[in-house]
């Protein structure tokens, strides 16, 4: 198992000699496997092995446990740990955040914080076909089924061919001594449920399964690196100087063009967006017409030419002070930019050009129309992270002389819209979404 490790790691070029390579060992036996493989093989690649563990505080002593004894292990090791202990649970419920995504955002959050060049983590092979059965399940593109890639960034995985199976014998093998995380063996989890009884059932009906789905994993990495490298080709074409892009023409096929829009939203660091809002530019790439993202970012199309809207005007004079309406009652508000509705529903909108839809069941009775107070923050969707708004305006480009009249919509709990901010990802839909909070925003276009 040794040489398939080195063989992943020479195939994606994981690291450089002279790095500091950061291990996440939380003790399990993926990580217990990648320390020591790592550890074996430093002076080989000319690497210098550090390691960090985050207890998050919620196993009670299990965690603590857990801890101690990545402590034991890398001070018999000679490995230099740096420890975080976090009481995950009690900042998920500040954050009204599931304790799984916020447990991950802490974790990278910690790592990048330490002076590496290369986090390592120890995703397995195994870890990468629970996660495309996961997304299959949820409904899925080709970049879901490539699944967790083996290089992202300066975060590296050099266990991603290699199975749970191969690991825990390589385990036995050394005798290398791991814990093992309680929650793993229950099924409240989607990912235990799929590692318990969906993979089982498949590798009896095909003993190869694991080996067949990496193998088909691999595959379609290929084919969507392929088009997006022909898409990325096409659009460099086709902008212009001043950042539009031209949508109309002849395309090789029409996934081609939506991988198009894909590159020139990633080219503006957008990436809070569904497949429908790419849909909608597509079909109606003939026409002029206006969309917002869930970010609040607002596009247009004038005579085939794609771009992003800009607030280029203020108006000094404008001012609003707080409203207070209540759910379910309707309103509409003139802005400064433009105008913005609110209406309630138990079916989903036909019309999704320039609509940001939230769950209202997840909205407080009291609704407060107001400009922004020191301290807003707005959690981002696909980022998986929350951000002070005073930092996102600046991202966004937003003129500073109008950040303070732009509208936001917010309940007791905090933020639920924000103009040219977006949804906030709380309030955002999912599969069991009955009832509507239907936000219109109707803004003037600038070219």
Known sequence: MKTKVIDTINKYRMFSRGDTVLVALSGGADSMCLTDILCDISEEFGIIVKAAHVNHCIRGREADLDQKFVEEYCASKGIELHVLKINVPEIAEKKGESIELCARNVRYDFFSSLSADIITTAHTGSDRIETMLMNLARGTSLNGLCSIPPVRDNIVRPLIDCTRNEIEDYCKEKQISFVTDSTNLEDEYTRNKIRHHVVPVLTEINSSFERNALRCIDSLIEDNSFLKKTACDEYMKRVSPDGKVDITGHFYDEVILKRVIVEFFDSLGIRDYENRHINYIVENRNSDFSICLPTGVRFSCKKGFLFRDLIKNSQENFSFSEKTFVKGENFVFDTLSGRVSVTWSDVFPDEIADVVVADADKIGYSLYLRPRKAGDEISLGKRRCTKPLR??????????????????????????????????????????????????????TYE
Do not use: H, V
């Open 391 to 444: 930092k996102l305006y600046s991202e966004l480009k937003i003129p500073s002389d109008i950040r303070d009249k732009l509208l936001l919509i917010a309940d007791d709990t905090g933020l639920i819209f924000a103009e040219y901010a977006g949804l906030d990802a709380k309030r955002a839909l999912n599969a069991d979404t009955k009832n509507f909070m239907i936000i219109k925003t109707e803004y003037n």
